[in-house]
């Protein structure tokens, strides 16, 4: 591997173990696009972030003034001292110009000892009970963690919940978010919120419409926008004073106020920010906060909203865990992009190289941060992300963890495949992951499908950070899975087991002209054959329970169960090849909350899943 001043990776090992030449062109598009190499720091007052690990102690050139995460400070003479608590504190030279920001790891993210639990995996906008408004919202999350508890499991992995521009049409994908710090105004329970009685008719009339959208399998975001929104405007003309409300946004502080104006310029000019009046186009300039000024109200109605957000996401984690799932970037028309525009490199897009089911590669149209800028602002957007994704959760999936260590980039309006590696400092990236799980007491997992360089997961692991073992994948049984993973049969992008042992996965790729993969459908499904013992014409039922059979002897601190498993669903979350022929992200489960918690598919897997032992130093948030 040759690596330029850049970060730029020139070289690179594919899927298939073959090393790979990346194109001179790719290079110095990439170099254009990140404008500089990082300057080297001469000395350590020149360095803009010092990670170290709890403990550790080392010499200063000189005296400084060390000011703490609290607010205190202490003199620091000629070495710094080693019983510093864990967080962000500031190293302030003699001359007192440039702090640098001083991160103290505890090294590993919270992991209790002996840990073996099992849980749901869910899609919260499929998960709908006869009292949704066409979507699952936080008030159906809470009903199925609070099931799930009363079935032994102990947490519930959730699609990403995070916020989408507040305009038509409403963007159906998770992992292509405006802001990955503030939640969807779509996931609230209506009903619930404080006024709603008071609405009386109108209330009524809005509901009766929205519970008659769950009569159509497809989720109709943008007719379940209008309806919510509708009904929150009626609440926010009636809204009294909260005290409680008044402080959220204290503590929430300039970023919940920015994201909220961008929601109220998004109304005004439309969902890309690149498209509106120039005057707006910078988060800080003085004519966005003239505009706030001007348009306080609806600005302060956005922060009400996460406010709300807030509140029914934590009563629905009181039941049980909620493993939050982290999208590796945001969308580059979105609020995050917006604020944070200095940081990223806006005609690049992040993706994945050709590997074995993806021949042309991928480009999923999210901007990456620009390592040397993004350490340069203290990691502060890498630490907002982490904290408010965290938020109620005692758990964390993120997606594509080798982006902790290197970034597919492909240039703008060029293909997936010709793009390179650009490599990020992951030791620093692990350290502020790791503050932030001990503080949440959260469970870390790192999705590591695909293609891993060496000694990457080995680093994730001395970080406490699971590994994500797949049935489809693993070539071991999973009696032989390592036990710091998360062990699975499948994601939401994969075929479902059911989909799998029908056919029917295969059946509606071939009906979408997608020119399925058969051999690996047929590898799959071989795959639950010998797992399970199972005939070829086994049914379905049977297949799935049989499989659980097996994955729960993993020795995995976590073992997963689909929504989707429990109530024998045939189609996949998405399909990344099918573009707009297939409803990617936007179909509920085949039955309603109501349903599933009286079936005897769950039942039947939970009690298989019970039966993995558990050690009493289980006292994670888990419990």
């Not at 404008?35 to 709890?54: D, F, G, N, T, W």
Request: proline share 7%.
């Amino acid at each position: 591997m040759s690596t330029d001043l850049w970060g730029i990776d020139a070289t690179y090992e594919d899927a298939a173990g073959t090393t790979q030449t990346v194109s001179e062109q790719a290079i110095a598009r990439i170099r254009t696009s990140i404008r500089r190499p990082p300057r080297p720091a001469r000395s350590l007052y020149e360095e803009c972030v010092k990670v170290i690990h709890q403990g550790q102690s080392f010499p200063l050139p000189t005296a400084a003034e060390l000011q703490l995460e609290d607010g205190t400070t202490r003199p620091i003479h000629d070495r710094l001292p080693s019983d510093l608590p864990i967080g962000y504190h500031q190293l302030i030279p003699p001359d007192r110009s440039y702090p640098v920001r001083l991160i103290v790891s505890p090294g590993r993210c919270h992991l209790p000892p002996g840990l073996r639990i099992w849980g749901w995996s869910a899609q919260v906008y499929a998960a709908r009970s006869r009292q949704s408004w066409g979507i699952g919202d936080l008030a159906d999350l809470r009903r199925l963690a609070q099931w799930s508890k009363d079935l032994g499991a102990r947490m519930v992995l959730i699609n990403p919940l995070l916020a989408a521009s507040p305009v038509l049409p409403q963007e159906a994908s998770p992992y292509s978010p405006s802001s990955r710090r503030y939640l969807n105004p779509l996931y609230l329970r209506i009903e619930d919120l404080p006024g709603a009685a008071r609405l009386g008719h109108d209330l009524q009339r809005l509901a009766t419409l929205g519970r008659a959208l769950n009569e159509d399998r497809h989720i109709d975001r943008d007719r379940v926008f209008l309806l919510k929104q509708e009904a929150l405007q009626l609440l926010w003309s009636h809204c009294e004073e909260d005290p409680a409300f008044e402080q959220f946004c204290i503590v929430e502080g300039r970023p919940l106020h920015q994201f909220a104006v961008f929601c109220a310029l998004a109304e005004a000019y439309g969902s890309s920010w690149r498209q509106w009046p120039s005057a707006y186009r910078h988060a800080d300039s003085r004519d966005v906060e003239q505009f706030a000024h001007a348009h306080a109200d609806r600005v302060k109605f956005h922060a009400w909203l996460q406010w709300l957000l807030d509140q029914q996401l934590a009563q629905a984690s009181k039941s049980v865990s909620l493993m939050q799932d982290l999208p590796v970037g945001f969308s580059p028309d979105g609020a995050d992009s917006w604020v944070w525009q200095d940081l990223i490199a806006a005609d690049m897009r992040i993706g994945a190289p050709p590997d074995l089911y993806n021949t042309e590669g991928q480009d999923w149209g999210l901007p990456p941060f620009i390592p040397y800028r993004l350490q340069e602002a203290g990691y502060e957007p890498f630490i907002q992300t982490i904290r408010a994704v965290l938020r109620h959760a005692g758990g964390l999936r993120i997606d594509h963890v080798m982006g902790l260590f290197r970034l597919w980039w492909v240039p703008q309006e060029q293909k997936a495949k010709d793009g390179a590696y650009v490599r990020y400092h992951a030791e620093d990236l692990l350290a502020i992951i790791a503050i932030e799980s001990q503080r949440a007491g959260a469970i870390v997992v790192g999705e590591d499908l695909g293609t891993v360089e060496p000694g990457v997961r080995e680093q994730l692991a001395d970080h406490n950070v699971l590994s994500y073992r797949l049935l489809w994948f693993e070539d071991t049984p999973p009696s032989q899975y390592p036990e710091k993973a998360l062990a699975a049969i499948t994601t939401h992008d994969l075929p479902t087991l059911a989909g799998v042992w029908t056919g029917r996965d295969l059946e509606m790729q071939r009906h979408l002209g997608l020119n399925p993969d058969t051999s690996a459908n047929e590898k799959f499904r071989e795959k639950i054959r010998q797992t399970s013992n199972l005939d070829a014409d086994a049914d379905v039922a049977l297949a799935i329970t049989s499989t659980f059979e097996q994955l729960a002897q993993a020795p995995s601190a976590i073992v997963m169960a689909s929504m989707e498993a429990a109530t024998v669903t045939h189609e996949r979350p998405n399909m990344p090849t099918a573009g707009g022929k297939y409803p990617n992200w936007s179909l509920a489960l085949p039955l309603p909350l109501e349903d599933i918690e009286s079936s005897e598919i769950p039942r039947r897997l939970a009690t298989i899943l019970n039966g993995r032992s558990e050690t009493k130093e289980n006292t994670s948030r888990a419990d």
